[in-house]
C-alpha cells in the first residue's frame, strides 16, 4: 500500500490558500460623476483586502475619469476589457501598468465600451492627486460633474480616504 507521502497533490499543500470567485463579493461604488444626463461609476469588487496588498476587480463606465494620482504603495493595474486612455496613452485589452510607490500616473477616462481591469496595490492602497487644477480644467472641458461620495465597506484595519485631500471626491 502506497504510504500518504506519495499521493498527489499532498493532503495539506491547499490548507491556506484563500479561493474566491466574483460571485463571493460585492461591488463597492468608489467614485461617481454626471456626464449630461447619464451618471457613471467607478465599481470595484475587493477579491482580497489585507494590510499586506489589495487585490481589486475593477469596472469604469463609458467616460469616467479618475484624476492623475499617486498610491502610497506600488501599483499594477492590467487591462481585461474595454478601453482607457491614461493621459495621452491608449490602453487596450493586455496593457499592463506598473507603478512604484509615490510615483503618478493619468489622468484616466474610460473608453466608449468603458474598462475592466485588475488592481493590485502592495500595502496602503490610499492616493493623493498630482494635478488638481488641471483635472477640475479637464471635467469643466468635458461637462463632468463630480458627485458625492457613497458610503463603501471598508475593512476594519483602514478608513475611508477618498475624501481626505479632495472635498469633491476627485
Sequence with gaps: ???QEDRYPLPDINKKVRITTLDDHRWQIVRRQKIGDR???????????????LSAYVEWDPG???RAHGHN???IVFV???SM??????CLPGTHLALDHGDTFGPFIAGPDGCTTYMIMMGD???FPADPAGFEKLRQERGVEQLPDMD???????????NAVTKDGS
Aim: glycine content about 6%.
Design 1 to 3: 500500500m502506497a504510504d
Design 73 to 75: 504603495s506600488d501599483h
Design 152 to 162: 463603501i465597506e471598508m475593512p476594519a484595519f483602514m478608513k475611508d480616504p477618498r
Design 125 to 127: 492602497p490610499g492616493s
Design 64 to 66: 469616467m475619469m479618475i
Design 80 to 82: 481585461m476589457a474595454g
Design 39 to 53: 451618471t457613471v461609476e467607478a465599481r470595484e469588487k475587493w477579491m482580497e483586502f489585507n494590510p499586506r496588498y
Design 85 to 90: 486612455m491614461c493621459g495621452d496613452r491608449e
